[in-house]
Structure formats: C-alpha cells, structure tokens
C-alpha cells in the first residue's frame, strides 16, 4: 500500500515536470506561430495595397487623359473582361449613384471619400472580402479600385490549417519529451527514494548508490550518504551509553536501594539503632545519590558535547591563560601530594568552548596528579608548531599499558587497580569529547616511566 | 522576604518551598507558566524561582515579559538543560543566575541568599569590607586581621573579597568556581577544597575565633557565627 502511494505521489511529480516541459514546449510554438503568421500576413496586406495603389493611379491617369467617358469606357471594359479574376472597380456618382462597374449594392460608406476600405461582396459564390481604395475625381465623382482578398484568406486558412497539425504535433512531442525527461528524473530519484524510505523504517546500514557523475542526483546521494553516517554514528553512540548506563548504574543503584532496605530492617531493631548510626547511613546514602547524581550528569554532558560539531562561528579561547587558570587551580593539590607540577606555555589561540576546554585541562591535570608519585613532576606543555596546537601532559605514575590505551576512553572503563579510587570513569571520555568536538585528537604515549596525554588541537584560522 | 516559585513538578516545588519556609521566607507557588506570570506581574517579591520547561508558557517566554514590562526582581532559572548555551540563553533572557537540576537544596539556598543580598547592596559602592576583626581593601589590596597584615596570592584575594562580600551566607563550592574562576564545569576532585584550607590557614591560624566554615553537605561560609 505505501509502496503504491509513493509510486502515485512520485507519478504525480513526474507527472507535473511532463506537463511544465509540454506547457512551455506549446506556449513557444504558439509564440512562434503567432509572430510568423502576423509578419506574413503583414506582407501579404502591403503587396495587395501595392497592387491596388498601381491600379488606381493608372485609372486616375486615364481620367485625365481621356476624361470621365474614357474613365467609364475602361471600367466598363475591364469589369467585362477582367485580366485578374479578382480585380473589382465602381465608379459612383457625386450623389451616390453607381457610374459603372460590377457592383449590384455598395455599402453607403464607400460611395464617397478618399481612403482605403474594406467590406463584404455578398453573390452567388457567398462572401467575400474586398480591399478597395477610394479616389476623389475632379468632377465629383469617386473612384473605387479594388481586389477580391481570395488568396490572402485562402492563405491564412492554410497556415491557421496546418498550424493547427503542427500543433497537434508539437503537444505530442512535448507531451513525449516531458514523459521521458519525467522518467528519467523519476529513475534517478528513485533509488534514493527507496533507500531513504527504508532507513527511516529502520534499515539503518542502507546507503544510496553513487556513480561518481558528481551530477546533482550524485551530489545528492552523497550528501544523503554522509548525513545517514552521521545518524548512523550519534545512533551508534546512543546505544552504546545506554549499555552502559544500564551496567553501570546499576550497581551503585543497587547499593543504595540495598543500603536503604537495611536501614529500615536495622531500624525494627531500636534497641541497636542509635540516631548516630542512622545519620551516618543517611549521609552514606546521599553520598552514594550524589555520586550517582554527577555520574549521571556528566554523562548527559558527554553525550551533548560529542553531539556537537566545530564551527567556524566559535569565539576565540585564548590557550595559554587557560591552561595557566588550571595549572593554577591545581597546584595546591599537587603541592599537598609533594608534586612539582611544571608548566611551559606560549600564547596561542582556538576557536571552541572555554568552558569545555577548561574541562579537558583540568581532567587531564586531575588525572595526571591522581596518579603521580610523590616526589615525581607533572609537566603540561602547550606549544603551537604552525600547524596546531599541542597540549602535552605528563606524569610519572603506573601509566598504562599499551594494549589498554585506547579501550580508556570509552566511557565508564577504569582499569582494575583503579577502581576502588574516586572517579566516574568518564574522565578521559570527556576529554577525547572535548577534543573532537573541537576538530582535534588526542593520544597516550609513554612518558617512560608513567603516562604523557598529547592533545593536538587545530590553530584559530583568522577569518 | 517574598518569594515565588514557578514548578510544575510538585515534589520539586514542595521541597523548595518547605526549605524557603524553614529559611524565614514567604512562598507563594504556581505550577505553570500562565498563572505564574499572572502572580509576578500582579504581587510583588523580592526574588522568584522559575523553572524552564513549563505547561502553558515556558519559563523564558515568561521571563523575557517580565523583563520587557520593567519588571526587575531577581530571577533564578531552573532547567534540566545544562549545557553553555543553555545558560547563556537564559543570562540572555534576563536571568540573574542559573541552577541546573538536579541540585542540593543547600546550593539553591545559597544562591536565594545571593540574589536576596545582591540586591540590597548592589546600589553602594564599598572599599572595604569588614567581617569580625578581619578587614580587606579593596583599593590598596590588603587584608588584616586584627590589625595583622596577611600575604595573599591574587585568586586568594579574589576567593576572599567573595566570601567576604557574601558574609554569613553560605556558598557552594559550583558558586566559588564561577564566581572567582570563572568558568563551568565540573572538577573531578574538590579541587576547590584545597584551595579554602590554604586560605583557612592565612586568615584563621593563630587566632581563637575562626571565620571560615565549613558547611557539612553545602559548601563554606564565612562570618563571625558560631
């Protein structure tokens, strides 16, 4: 059923654009139709005018050669025996009388006057179109020379004639070139359309076939293919949060409920319960809450942050006071764990979020210090080569081993002798966020020993 | 003082209002956006609550026409929505301060308390404060107590001239990091807590009073009260 709708509604496009091209394919031809048929018709009315002009002034000539007889005894002549079939002529008295010539009845406005005219010659054959001109003689009299317009309008019925087939034949061409051009876009389109349609009913794999044309229909595809990867990509990240929410919220949930439950058991048992043992479980029990609580949180922020994208409309973060702002932060920690933190910086520039560059600074440093030994040096070094900007943090702690370097990142990963410390486990999540979202990378090297994180992050392009 | 609360969660709006109650102030509630402009263009209160997802009229659509009518008593936005655009959206709006949810009670009193005191002093300009016998000028840059000069690190006197400024009042450790470094986000380890026991150690040794408390579950304060 969807399947035929679609079909019909993708008909009804097809159907349209057929229709448009045969539109503007008849309304051109009748454009030019109608130009031809006026500028032929133009030239047709100026010969005849031409011919009549000629006659008349050789009639008007003759009067005054030979006179108003002589005048008579011509158009009784030429009205008898006519050279062209098609010639008429009238000579009409200063009253209105007809002289001569073959007209039974003339029409009151052509009796007299000195100008050109037009009317119909009503005899046995029907009527007919008569073109005449009208001359005022010296005796009062008027002239009338004229021609039947049989040929004109015998060719105007053919053109109106055969434009009519051509017409007939131009509908049906366009009709048939709007048919195939329809086809062909709707043969394009449909693959796409299919795809597309698929994906939205859940087929999320399904990418539209590019045939590298780089035609519109291509560049289409392709821009369709690259934003399915990315739904693709945001799905994929959903998914995997969800697992692990579900796994490891679980368990601090599950503690707490526990926690709760024995409390109310322990609280059957006054005897045993002391207020002070119940405030001490109530503070355990919102510790464990707002554990949970920032866990929670920050994954809700990781989640945003790796949703977002770099832009070119981000302000500029000044690097070097902000890396200084956390060293700063910092640095009574480490000089409580006997650490000398130690920082080399030079001023340089990006385009992001303050604040969560900030966050990747301090994860880093909270990281790097939670792990130095006492006595050891933490380094942060933010340098620009040309290139980039690169913000390496070092310590000299346990480090980690190579085969583990990438699995840190994913979210909620802590390697087994840290997982009874402090921490989500989202540290490092969020700074690879951080970083991504900002265009940038980063990578664990071996600080030999301990662990160096190496944040590459694209320089602030002036625009 | 008078305050009004706009949440339509009413175990959120509860529990804000019976801790402003136990805090001395006067709670009126509404529980969606309509009836909580009605009541903030037609009563007057010293500060309101207002969350930003609400039935009827939402929070910032309420607030910027409280603010487009002239209307300037404080306003503390809750959201669900944390993130930097969020909150600057809302500054935008006309927002005095900005608390995400979920949040400790302590955090939004502290704040209330804030917003409440802003107010009240925004309009006199000091050069020094004074809290017991310690004493910071703000002009020369120096601190004493009792009449004995003590060295601070710049961000120290900025942490300080803070706490000083909201005396009595309790601050959490989220205001301390906005307020005097100035940026959001979360710190892993109470970094901050470092930091208020260096200070502790510069502005409380030797002496048999101390000013700087620790506030169990909220944050610290600062003030001559036991």
Same mark, same amino acid.
């Given at each position: ?103 039974? =009845? ?50 105007? !019925? ?37 795809? =597309? ?44 949060? =969800? ?35 119940? !405030? ?5 029990? =919102? ?80 990281? !790097? ?95 | ?99 995400? +949810? ?106 048999? +009073? ?17």
């Amino acid at each position: 059923m969807n399947r035929l709708i679609a079909l019909l509604s993708a008909r009804s496009t097809s159907a349209r654009l057929a229709l448009a091209i045969a539109g503007l394919f008849l309304l051109s031809y009748l454009l030019l139709g109608a130009g031809m048929y006026y500028a032929v018709s133009q030239i047709f009315a100026q010969d005849l005018h031409e011919v009549i002009r000629l006659d008349s002034a050789d009639l008007v000539e003759m009067y005054h050669d030979s006179g108003h007889a002589g005048l008579m005894t011509e158009i009784s002549e030429r009205t008898a025996s006519p050279d062209d079939d098609n010639a008429v002529y009238a000579l009409v008295g200063p009253h209105g009388r007809l002289l001569a010539g073959q007209f039974a =009845t003339l029409p009151d406005y052509v009796r007299n006057g000195d100008n050109w005219v037009e009317f119909d010659e009503r005899n046995a054959s029907g009527v007919v179109r008569v073109v005449a001109k009208l001359q005022k003689l010296g005796d009062g009299s008027t002239l009338l020379t004229g021609r039947r317009s049989h040929n004109q309008e015998r060719f105007e !019925a053919l053109v109106r004639r055969t434009s009519l087939f051509a017409l007939l034949a131009a509908a049906g061409l366009g009709g048939l070139i709007g048919w195939i051009t329809a086809r062909w876009v709707a043969h394009r389109l449909e693959s796409t359309y299919d795809i =597309t349609r698929r994906v939205g009913a859940g087929e999320l794999a399904l990418r539209i076939p590019e045939d590298d044309s780089d035609d519109s229909f291509d560049r289409l595809a392709k821009r369709i293919n690259a934003m399915l990867d990315r739904i693709q990509e945001l799905l994929d990240g959903v998914r995997h949060v =969800t697992d692990h929410i579900a796994h490891d919220l679980r368990t601090p949930l599950t503690r707490l409920r526990n926690r709760l439950e024995e409390m109310r058991t322990e609280h059957g048992r006054a005897e045993q319960f002391t207020s002070e043992l119940f !405030a001490t479980e109530l503070d355990a029990a =919102t510790a464990e809450t707002d554990q949970l609580l920032a866990t929670f949180s920050a994954l809700l922020r990781l989640t945003r942050i790796e949703a977002q994208t770099a832009g070119a409309n981000d302000p500029e973060v000044a690097m070097q006071p902000l890396a200084l702002d956390a060293v700063e932060l910092y640095a009574p920690i480490a000089s409580e764990g006997g650490i000398v933190l130690d920082a080399q910086t030079v001023p340089c520039t990006l385009r992001g979020d303050a604040d969560q560059l900030f966050q990747l600074v301090a994860n880093l440093l909270d990281n !790097a210090l939670k792990y130095a030994m006492r006595g050891t040096r933490v380094t942060l070094h933010l340098y620009d080569d040309g290139d980039a900007i690169f913000l390496i943090i070092g310590d000299h702690g346990a480090g980690i081993p190579a085969v583990d370097r990438e699995r840190v990142f994913d979210r909620f990963v802590r390697l087994e002798e840290h997982r009874g410390s402090q921490g989500s486990g989202l540290g490092l999540s969020l700074v690879r966020a951080i970083a991504h979202r900002h265009g940038g990378s980063v990578a664990l090297e071996d600080n030999s020993p301990g662990l160096r994180v190496r944040v590459r992050l694209p320089r602030a392009v002036a625009n | 003082m008078r305050i009004l609360i706009v949440e339509d969660d009413p175990h959120t709006a509860t529990f804000i209002a019976k801790g402003l109650t136990e805090d001395g102030h006067t709670v009126d509630q509404a529980d969606n956006g309509r009836d909580g402009l009605f009541l903030a263009t037609t009563e007057t209160y010293n500060a309101i609550i207002l969350d930003r997802m609400l039935p009827a009229v939402d929070g910032l659509t309420v607030l910027r026409t409280l603010r487009g009518a002239g209307n300037a008593t404080p306003v503390l936005v809750l959201t669900a929505l944390g993130d930097v655009d969020h909150r600057v959206e809302g500054l935008r709006a006309g927002a005095d301060d900005y608390l995400v +949810k979920p949040f400790a009670y302590a955090e939004l009193s502290a704040r209330i308390d804030s917003l409440l005191r802003r107010r009240q002093s925004s309009s006199v300009e000091t050069t020094e404060l004074r809290v017991g016998d310690l004493e910071l000028n703000l002009l020369t840059r120096e601190a004493r107590r009792a009449g004995k000069t003590i060295e601070l690190q710049p961000r120290e006197f900025r942490l300080l001239e803070y706490l000083m400024r909201q005396a009595e009042r309790v601050v959490t450790r989220t205001m301390l990091l906005e307020a005097v470094w100035d940026y959001h986000f979360d710190p892993q380890t109470n970094v901050i807590d470092v930091h208020i026991s260096r200070l502790r150690q510069k502005i409380d040794r030797g002496h048999p +009073k101390p000013l700087l408390h620790t506030v169990r579950g909220a944050g610290y304060r600062l003030g001559v009260r036991e």
